[in-house]
């Protein structure tokens, strides 16, 4: 049972254009949304990240949209480079016993071409 | 600079073995998180731990343990190896916090034969 939906698994851009990547939930628990992303031969790093009060948030050339009533959100990434090339995770978080529980969706291998 | 450090960066075992996952960090994380990733299913949740000697089960903890008997480092245990638990495996440790940005090591790649 996938709790937090990804898509597209792959993509394929060309410099300079704007992969989008989303992402949709069922859990209205669910009350942070970080972005990883991982390059090869390393683990996930986060990247940008979002709560459901806002609809948008942008940190240089990313930019995760939040639609709450569609549960849905997604990231673009402006001016796309060649080093964005990597597998992007979002996620969905909750608290729980005092801890946030994190679902991921299960990725977005993306590569930029020169 | 927050670090994760995992055992292995590769890793050869045969059906049957007892494998030892090991992750450090060095950040006083209270939080510490074992997954698995494999191609199509994404970061699935092991087993966590939220303090010493504490652990919860995740999403896929069958056949598999843990063991945190201090805070600084989280194993994962393979009691009996088996050919479907070869796969990357990946440690992470947060703090409690509003946001728990979780904090990944670099990886093991386990091959079972």
């Known amino acids: 049972q996938q709790q937090v939906k990804q898509s597209p698994q792959s993509l394929i851009v060309q410099k300079g254009g704007i992969p989008i990547i989303n992402c949709a939930y069922e859990n209205t628990a669910f009350d942070y949304f970080p972005w990883y992303q991982q390059f090869p031969g390393k683990g996930p790093a986060l990247l940008i990240a979002i709560r459901p009060d806002v609809s948008e948030k942008k940190e240089g050339r990313f930019t995760i949209s939040f639609n709450k009533s569609a549960k849905q959100f997604s990231l673009h990434i402006m001016d796309s480079q060649p080093g964005d090339s990597a597998t992007y995770f979002c996620?969905?978080?909750?608290?729980?016993?005092?801890?946030?529980?994190?679902?991921f969706g299960i990725g977005t291998k993306l590569q930029v071409i020169p | 600079d927050v670090k994760v450090t995992q055992s292995s960066r590769y890793l050869v075992k045969r059906t049957g073995e007892k494998v030892f996952l090991e992750c450090v960090q060095d950040?006083?994380?209270?939080?510490m998180f074992w997954y698995r990733q494999d191609p199509g299913l994404g970061l699935r949740l092991i087993y966590f731990s939220y303090d010493v000697k504490m652990k919860e089960k995740g999403d896929i903890p069958e056949g598999y343990s843990v063991s945190r008997e201090k805070k600084e480092r989280f194993s994962l245990i393979l009691e009996s190896a088996s050919t479907n638990q070869t796969s990357m495996y990946l440690c992470?440790?947060?703090?409690?916090?509003?946001?728990?940005?979780?904090?990944f090591g670099p990886g093991t790649r386990l091959t079972v034969l």
């Open positions: 992470a440790s947060s703090s409690p916090s509003g946001t728990d940005t979780q904090y």
């Open positions: 950040m006083d994380h209270e939080n």
């Open positions: 996620a969905a978080s909750r608290s729980s016993g005092g801890y946030q529980k994190v679902t």
